[in-house]
């Protein structure tokens, strides 16, 4: 197989060479195989990366796992409304106005006690820090990576949780299918439903195999006033199944 694949590339680059020298000002008439290879090869040109790898993906896992996304998305967006109106209305019977700090109740618990909340034996999930910032994207030296932006006005509200598989066997560690809604709560006036996102390393959809001691950062982002660039006290409301859960992060 390596051996056709650089025969290929041969005749791919003897071809695009005859086509920039003109080969005695002759137009050589292609194949379909031949214009196809100086196709894909113009491409894997195009698309190379500094270290000469290639920025050509084999795109079928990355969308199932967006189609996934997509659908889950849209089964979550009429939840996520309805429990913003029922917070909204318990604000308004309180007294409580939006722009005060959210209470953090007595019966509040630790990170550690996430995990078997939401339904993820085996694993550990703890606070990772959070940032504040104007824009978000897993890995903000890969140009191809998706970003996610503030709107006018707002800053972004990044917690970082770290998921560790506790077991001694790789397993998956599956938050997509239980139906969690979470919220953010901290000072300065910080608190909202966290948003509902496509992105890959949301804890919301999060649905990864990690192997045995291994660990993965999620995120779970919502939007503060773009004034806001720290805060000193953070929780995180868990809801699943009419159940809710009161998670002191800082």
Known sequence: MKIWNNVKKIIVLGLVSCLLT?????IPELTEEEASLIATYAADVALAQGDG???????????????????KVEALKEQKAKEEAEEQEAKEGTGQSSGETASIPESVQRPENMAEFIGLPGFQVSYDGYEIKKS?????????????????????????????????????????SKNMLFSIRGDNGIGGMA???MLLNDFAYAQD????????????ITDV????TETNTLSLKMKKDGESMDITLQ
């Open 22 to 26: 003109g080969c005695g000002n002759v």
């Open 53 to 71: 790898g290639s920025r050509l993906i084999d795109t079928e896992a990355e969308t199932v796992k967006r189609e996934e996304l997509s659908q």
């Open 136 to 176: 978000y994207s897993a890995d903000e030296e890969d140009e191809w990576e998706p970003a996610f932006d503030a709107s006018t006005g707002k800053n972004l509200l990044i917690v970082k949780l770290k998921v560790t598989n506790i077991s001694d066997a790789p397993a998956v560690a599956d938050v997509m």
């Open 195 to 197: 948003f509902v996102t």
């Open 209 to 220: 195999e990690i192997g045995a001691g291994e660990s993965k950062q999620y995120v779970l």
């Open 225 to 228: 006033d773009e004034n806001i």
